[in-house]
Structures are given as C-alpha cells and as structure tokens.
C-alpha cells in the first residue's frame, strides 16, 4: 500500500500512511510529526535496532521527535496514520 501526500506547503507536509495486515515497512526518516491513528491497532517501531511495541486506538494523537525507524503492523487489519511532518 503506497503512502500518499495529502497536502503540502513550505511548512509542513501532511501524509497518509496505510499498513497492510502484517506489513512491514521498509525503513523510513521522518522530521518532527504529529501521527493521527486513524483505527485502533498495534505495531513494532525500531528505532536503532530497538523494537517498541505501541497500541493505539482511533483518534490517538502522539508527536514524535525526528528519527530513522521502520514500522512493522502486527494486527490481522489495516493500520492507517495521518502524519503531519514539520520542515
């Protein structure tokens, strides 16, 4: 499943992530985001080779600072987030 843009300006770019059921996706770099979970899930984050375990329900919003990770969905459904990146 492909990430989208969904807006973009000088100041921020604002993506669409979906997951696959058990997808794994490839590692990615991120400036400073809000992430908007937009249904319930649970996924792996590694971050320098240290895997975190996160749930997330519907509607949960979470900054994170800028990183090198990669995004593993654990569940059985889709998993989508609203990434909200600052430049």
Same mark, same amino acid.
């Given at each position: 499943m492909a990430t989208t843009v969904e807006f973009e300006n000088d100041r921020v770019r604002v993506l669409r992530v979906p997951h696959a059921a058990h997808? &794994? @996706?490839p590692q990615a770099a !991120? @400036?400073?985001r809000l992430i908007i979970y937009l249904n319930e899930g649970t996924v792996v984050r590694t971050v320098?080779? &240290?895997p975190e375990t996160l749930k997330h329900h519907a509607g949960d919003v979470v900054? !994170?600072?800028?990183?090198? @990770?990669q995004i593993e969905n654990l569940t059985g459904d889709r998993h989508e987030v609203i990434i909200v990146e600052f430049k």
């Open positions: 997808e &794994k @996706h !991120r @400036h400073d320098a080779g &240290k900054w !994170r600072d800028h990183s090198q @990770h």
